[in-house]
């Protein structure tokens, strides 16, 4: 009897999980009070064929890569770009949109640190943490944990290997 | 009588109790917490009140110049200090800046009263002292959880995530220069975060001078993301920045280049008495050799 409370409680406990999953990643939209405009990856960087680092600026060099102000956006979209029936709405969108559309909290810990411009020096793509233009567009965070830093540190992920000594990313 | 006695012994005992268990209570159940300040008078002022304590230094000892370290022998990097005792006048300028740097907390009256501040340098007798980043550490030997660990840069580094507050290493450090977060700074208002850079500790966690380890990672990321062979010329420790005589030179022992290097030469190297013998990274400089 006890048993079957308990995993009836686990139960929905993951549902309401899952739920809340599915209801909080919903991808990079330009939201403004009532007119919200998906941002796609994949048509800037599939199809456009850009560089991450050409909106997040840093990823090469610094040590965070930033993301792009509305500013950034209008240097491309002044003008329109296509004769697309979605640059009307686009436009009307960034119209309205914060000076900084986008905000993220990054979820590296304080007492550790992670150089994007020495990854990218070594030849890890972005995607290796990030995941695909898809996953992305669908809301994927990346969400490394510290064992598969090391596992990639220690060079079981086909890099070469890496530090491993903890006052190298510890701090 | 025997009754009366017994009644006594029982009402005695509980008033006994309770007043033990009155003292033992954590504060912020009983008071509000107090707002948070990072008015840095209060650091200041707290300090002064650190300076005001009479530790003895103890005896310092000649010692030979730290050369690479036995336990990463092919690293050619070792980072460290020299504090140049002929020109420090103890002024503990060098307190406040490792402070800020490192945002390390204040304490409550309770502690300040036992003198258990949290500052990572400590006047003796008008000497700053702060870990001396052993070769040999004798702190790591008996951490339970690894997380006082040599770093392969000369650093006796500290992972706070790790640390469980056993307080091995603090009894194991014959310099005394660990110090305990024995109270919640942060639940009692008494830390800030002047440097972005730095995390703050937790409750029972340990933590000593990191030898400004932040600097030292920012600057090897940024010379491997150029390409760069990384010796850490141009870094300081934020002591050794703020002194305003210079006494403090931070540096690489195994760069002939470092101004480490270059301010020891021909001086008298000594150490701690109590930490003779464990191949000490940060040193002191008396006199000519
Ligand atoms: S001085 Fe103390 S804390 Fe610092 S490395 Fe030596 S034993 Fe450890
Ligand atoms: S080297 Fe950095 S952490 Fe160590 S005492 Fe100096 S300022 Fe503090």
Redesign the pocket.
């Known amino acids: 009897m006890k048993g079957t409370l308990l995993l009836c409680f686990l139960g929905c406990f993951g549902i309401a999980l899952i739920a809340a999953d599915l209801f909080f990643s919903t991808g990079d939209v330009i939201a403004s009070k009532n007119k919200t405009i998906a941002f796609s990856h994949e048509l800037h960087g599939a199809n456009i064929g850009l560089d991450c680092t050409h909106c997040h600026t840093g990823a090469r060099l610094g040590y965070k890569a930033h993301f792009p102000s509305k500013q950034d956006c209008l240097d491309c979209h002044r003008l329109p770009l296509t004769d697309s029936a979605g640059i009307p709405k686009l436009d009307s969108a960034l119209q309205v949109a914060k000076a900084m559309p986008w905000q993220t909290e990054s979820r590296v810990p304080a007492h550790v640190i992670f150089h994007h411009g020495v990854h990218a020096k070594a030849n890890i793509s972005c995607e290796t943490c990030h995941g695909s233009i898809a996953e992305i567009d669908r809301g994927k965070r990346a969400s490394v944990k510290m064992g598969e830093c090391l596992a990639c540190h220690r060079g079981e992920k086909g890099f070469a290997p890496a530090a491993t000594d903890c006052a190298r990313c510890h701090r | 009588m025997d009754q009366s006695r017994r009644d006594f012994l029982k009402v005695a005992s509980l008033v006994l109790g309770g007043l033990a268990l009155w003292g033992c209570r954590r504060n912020k159940n009983f008071s509000p917490a107090p707002k948070a300040s990072s008015d840095i008078s209060l650091w200041k002022f707290e300090i002064k009140q650190a300076m005001r304590r009479n530790i003895p230094l103890g005896d310092l000892v000649p010692i030979k110049i730290p050369g690479p370290l036995p336990k990463f022998p092919k690293e050619i990097n070792r980072f460290g200090m020299a504090i140049d005792l002929d020109i420090c006048n103890g002024c503990g300028e060098c307190i406040l800046a490792c402070v800020l740097e490192n945002n390390i907390s204040r304490v409550n009256d309770c502690e300040a009263q036992k003198g258990r501040f949290m500052h990572w340098i400590e006047m003796r007798e008008g000497v700053p002292v702060m870990?001396?980043?052993?070769g040999d550490?004798?702190?790591?030997k008996v951490c339970p959880t690894g997380a006082?660990v040599a770093s392969p840069d000369g650093m006796?580094a500290m992972i706070y995530p790790r640390c469980i507050g056993s307080r091995y290493?603090g009894a194991?450090?014959?310099?005394k220069?660990?110090k305990f977060n024995y109270t919640d700074a942060r639940a009692e208002g008494l830390s800030a975060k002047f440097n972005p850079e730095v995390p703050l500790r937790n409750r029972g966690v340990m933590e000593?001078c990191s030898l400004c380890v932040q600097r030292l990672q920012n600057d090897r990321l940024l010379a491997k993301t150029l390409g760069k062979e990384w010796r850490g010329m141009g870094v300081q420790s934020a002591c050794a920045m703020a002194c305003p005589k210079k006494a403090i030179v931070f540096g690489n022992w195994l760069d002939s280049e470092s101004p480490l290097s270059q301010a020891v030469r021909g001086r008298g190297i000594y150490t701690l008495k109590s930490?003779q013998g464990?191949d000490?990274s940060v040193v002191y400089l008396v006199g000519r050799a």
């Open positions: 870990c001396s980043h052993c550490a004798p702190c790591e006082a006796s290493c194991n450090c014959p310099s220069t660990r000593k930490i464990l000490p």
